[in-house]
């Protein structure tokens, strides 16, 4: 009985991963559509934040999933990674990142290659340990989930949240919660805080589009 207990246990670990990872792979195509648009518009200028938040995180993970020896993290924050690098790089190409932008962007690809590279090749061995990758994955996801509300002010003052997507909100909201729970199943507080946190502010972003709706609206005041 024990063993089936177990056998049970582990299934369903292995299914909440599968999961997670299907939903993490969604979450990082959710801004496809609204690149593809960008890069279409001429004369039109993005923030990159959002999209250097994204790779960043993804790049964490997937060393953090490779130091705790766990494929599923790893894997689908590999797969993440390459997606959002295509973001940025097609951005890039499109020009809608202004000149100080791209050097910011340049360098901070230039410093994430030069980290993986030293990984792959051990220089780092000892330096980087789990726990410190562990709380720098905290700050990045929270980072990345925080990203959108950086309009958060206009969004009260204009009543609309266009700046928000409501795709990229869902998707964060699923995956976050799918992570939060493979984390209690493997006792993982690293991979439980950031996705708990995740969750919430999701919520809020929903929340915020539910309220205010994603049209344009023209603010009036007072003369």
Same mark, same amino acid.
């Given at each position: ?50 999209? =250097? /938040?994204?790779?960043? &995180? ?7 999933? !490779? @130091?705790?020896?766990?494929? %599923? ?75 959108? =509300? /950086?309009?958060?002010? &206009? ?7 266009? !700046? @928000?997507?409501?795709?990229? %909100? ?54």
């Amino acid at each position: 009985l024990d063993k089936m207990t177990f056998q049970n246990q582990t299934d369903l670990v292995s299914l909440v991963a599968s999961l997670g990872t299907i939903l993490g792979i969604i979450l990082s195509f959710s801004p496809m559509k609204e690149v593809l648009k960008f890069g279409q518009q001429p004369n039109s200028y993005v923030e990159p934040i959002n999209y =250097l /938040s994204m790779h960043i &995180n993804y790049i964490v993970w997937s060393l953090y999933g !490779s @130091l705790i020896e766990d494929n %599923s993290i790893k894997f689908q924050n590999i797969i993440c990674a390459l997606v959002s690098l295509f973001y940025i790089v097609f951005l890039e190409y499109r020009g809608v990142f202004q000149i100080h932008q791209s050097k910011v962007v340049y360098v901070t690809m230039a410093c994430l290659s030069f980290v993986i590279w030293a990984l792959a090749e051990g220089n780092l061995q000892g330096v980087i340990t789990e726990s410190s990758v562990g709380l720098l994955g905290v700050v990045t996801t929270l980072f990345m989930c925080v990203a959108p =509300l /950086s309009n958060l002010n &206009n969004i009260l003052i204009s009543k609309s949240a266009e !700046s @928000l997507s409501y795709p990229f %909100s869902t998707a964060c909201l699923a995956s976050s919660l799918t992570w939060s729970i493979y984390g209690m199943c493997i006792s993982d507080n690293v991979v439980i805080i950031p996705n708990l946190i995740g969750c919430a502010i999701a919520g809020v972003q929903i929340f915020l589009i539910h309220k205010y709706g994603t049209e344009k609206k023209i603010v009036k005041f007072d003369v």
